[in-house]
Structures are given as C-alpha cells and as structure tokens.
C-alpha cells in the first residue's frame, strides 16, 4: 500500500538559519508531489509542485525552494528563514490516474 | 482564476443532527474536481467524499454527501447525524483540469470551516 512519510512532526529554528523539511512516498511510482502551508486557522496555499524528478513549478514567490532529486522524494528548503515562514506545512502526492489525494502529516515551524 | 468560497467561518450542531457546510467554486475550465477534507486538531487531512464535475450524481460516503449544484457552482457538504468526533475544521477543495490527463493536478483549497458538535 502507498503511504507517505513527512517529518519532522515539529520544528522551531531561529530566524536567519536554513531549513530542510522532506516528504517520501513509498509504494507507488512517478507520483505528482506538493508542497501546501497553513497559516493558522486558515486554508492551505499551494508553495511547490512537481510532475517528475527535477521537475519543480513555484506557485509563490518566496524565499523558499524546493527539490525532487528522486522519484519519490520532495524537499522544502530555505537558505534564510523569515518569521513569516512560521506556519504548518503539508506534502501531498497524487497519481495522474487517480482523483485522490493524500497528504503527510505535517511539519509545524516555528520561526522564532 | 480558480477560486474556492467558504463563507462559514465557524458552524455549531447539536450531535445527532444534520448539517449542511458551504462551497461555492469559480473556474472556467469545464472538467474538474471538488473535494471536501476534514482537519482535526491534529493537522491531518482526512479525504472524506470527491465529486467529478460531469458526474451526475451527486456523492456519497457514508454520513457524508455532496449537494452539487453545477449550475450555481456549489459544492456543500452535507454531514447527516453528526458526532463529537466531526468537530474539526473542513475544506472544500477543487482540482484544476480532468482526471488521469497530463496536468499538473493542482489543488486548490477554501479557508475552511470550523464545525462544532455540542452534546
């Protein structure tokens, strides 16, 4: 069975320092992954896509980044993390076939 | 541009009752998908029920069902005999484009809606 696995679950980082969340999926190949934050008590916004390794699409312009360096695996970076990146963020995968999404369980970052 | 409008910040039902939840959706695209989530506390995101856009019945699944309205662009969800465990945040949710083609499948999501069940 497919399943994804995002951590860390928590994350406090001081402003300025860098930041490297990961999202894997297993049992599946060739998904669609996406990167979505939260801001609290509000919708998830679209960051990152990506259709296949190396593939990546922006969304919001930002200073974060993200990566696919293997099929299964996506990576939200920052070089420099601001105080407004504080928020829950969720990585989501889809296969083209299929309508259903499903999503990890979320890393929440405090930027402090 | 694709938009999603929750316009039910926060909703309370008294368990055991029904309660409808609010969707209305923007897009000019004539294939597409509505989605509804649930979000407890926790964080996770919990797929409850989807509905295709030339589907002509409307979904169920389980307690759960979509009233879709394609012509007043709608998509509400209804949750009949609620519980204390539905108390949580829902969003509705729409994918750009067809299932199963070469798109990005992007999803794009409302602000969602608090729902509490009283006991």
């Known amino acids: ?112 | 541009a694709q938009k999603i409008t929750q316009t039910q910040p926060g909703m309370f039902v008294q368990e055991k009752e029904a309660v409808t939840l609010d969707c209305t959706y923007d897009t000019s695209d004539q294939s597409y998908g509505l989605f509804w989530y649930k979000q407890p506390s926790s964080g996770e995101m919990i797929f409850l029920i989807y509905q295709g856009s030339y589907d002509e019945q409307n979904a169920t699944e389980g307690r759960y069902s979509l009233n879709f309205q394609k012509a007043r662009k709608s998509a509400n969800l209804v949750i009949s005999a609620s519980q204390l465990g539905d108390s949580a945040m829902y969003f509705c949710a729409m994918r750009e484009g067809p299932k199963g083609s070469s798109n990005t499948g992007k999803l794009i999501f409302g602000q969602g809606t608090t729902l509490q069940v009283k006991p």
């Open chain 1, 1 to 112: 069975s497919q399943t994804i696995h995002q951590w860390p679950a928590t994350l406090v980082q001081p402003v300025g320092s860098p930041l490297s969340l990961e999202c894997t999926v297993e049992g599946t190949s060739n998904p669609n992954l996406y990167w979505y934050r939260q801001a609290a008590g509000r919708g998830l916004q679209l960051l990152f896509y990506s259709v296949g390794i190396g593939q990546i699409s922006s969304e919001v312009p930002q200073n974060l980044s993200a990566s696919r360096p293997q099929d299964r695996q996506f990576i939200l970076s920052s070089k420099k993390l601001l105080l407004s990146d504080s928020g829950f963020y969720l990585c989501a995968w889809r296969l083209e076939v299929n309508y259903g999404y499903t999503f990890g369980s979320g890393t929440r970052l405090t930027v402090v």
